[in-house]
């Protein structure tokens, strides 16, 4: 009886292992792997920020003022009382006051210069201001405000040319030179018909000059203190100048210049 067992036992091991040659198991094959597969990197949740590079905040300084200490007005001149004005008609010259305005007109050749004054009041430090209207000028003619007028032909001039120019001049004893020679300036007209506003500003012996109420230049000059006011045309050749002067206007001026600091010195030591 066992060996009968023993016996189905290997014929049945052998029918398997018949069996198993017909049908071979599938192979095995096996998963790539990738060259580029790399570790999964750790998520950061709140990565790092650049720190934005901070600059120093520029500093807008203001335009310093150019007329301080202006005060009260002192005056207006509207140019309707002659009495107050030197004037004077001759053939090629005239200074004449008409329709509230002093007009000084040369229309002979030239060299030749015309001025009027006005007798009062005698004026130190102030800010004055003129409106001219040029019906005929040009090239080297000139026209201009006179200031701190004394007897003897002594005073300042600031005078403006035709060629857009600028200058400040000195007169002691009828003998002129410049302060401050010729600047060019874009206020300044350069023909005519044109009309230009005049702004001298004084301090002591400090000066300042405007045209259409914008900064020209400063100058310094401790020589004339004080004087009357007055405008001046100057015909340079042949053909004629006429400008007149119109709304007159001026303030007092109540200001103290800056004193500069002490430098300091190295001490020496002994």
């Known amino acids: 009886m066992k060996l009968t067992i023993i016996c189905r036992g290997i014929l049945l091991l052998v029918f398997l292992t018949a069996c198993s040659g017909l049908f071979p198991a599938p192979p095995l094959t096996p998963t790539p792997v990738s060259a580029t597969e790399t570790p999964t990197s750790t998520i950061v949740w709140f990565p790092p920020t650049n720190t934005p590079k901070i600059f120093p905040t520029r500093t807008i ?53 015309i001025t009027s004054l006005r007798s009062q009041p005698t004026l130190g430090d102030f800010y004055a201001e003129a409106t001219v209207t040029l019906s005929l000028c040009g090239g080297k003619d000139q026209f201009g405000m006179i200031f701190r007028a004394a007897p003897g032909e002594n005073y300042y ?101 800056p004193t500069p600091s002490p430098t300091s010195s190295r001490t020496p030591i002994p």
């Open 61 to 113: 300084l203001s335009t310093p003022e150019q007329r301080p200490g202006l005060g009260e007005l002192l005056f207006t001149d509207s140019f309707d009382q002659p009495d107050l004005w030197s004037t004077s008609v001759a053939s090629s010259a005239r200074a004449i006051m008409d329709r509230n305005r002093l007009t000084l007109s040369i229309s002979g050749p030239g060299p030749v210069s």
């Open 157 to 257: 001039r600031f005078t403006v040319r035709c060629n857009g120019q600028a200058r400040l001049e000195r007169s002691l004893s009828g003998s002129n030179s410049p302060l401050l020679d010729w600047q060019s300036s874009g206020d300044a007209p350069s023909a005519a018909p044109a009309e230009v506003t005049l702004g001298v500003w004084t301090m002591g012996s400090e000066m300042r000059f405007f045209l259409n109420d914008h900064y020209q230049f400063t100058a310094r000059d401790p020589v004339l203190h004080e004087g009357t006011l007055g405008f001046f045309t100057y015909a340079s050749g042949a053909t004629p100048i006429t400008a007149s002067f119109s709304d007159l206007a001026v303030y007092s001026v109540y200001y103290t210049s």
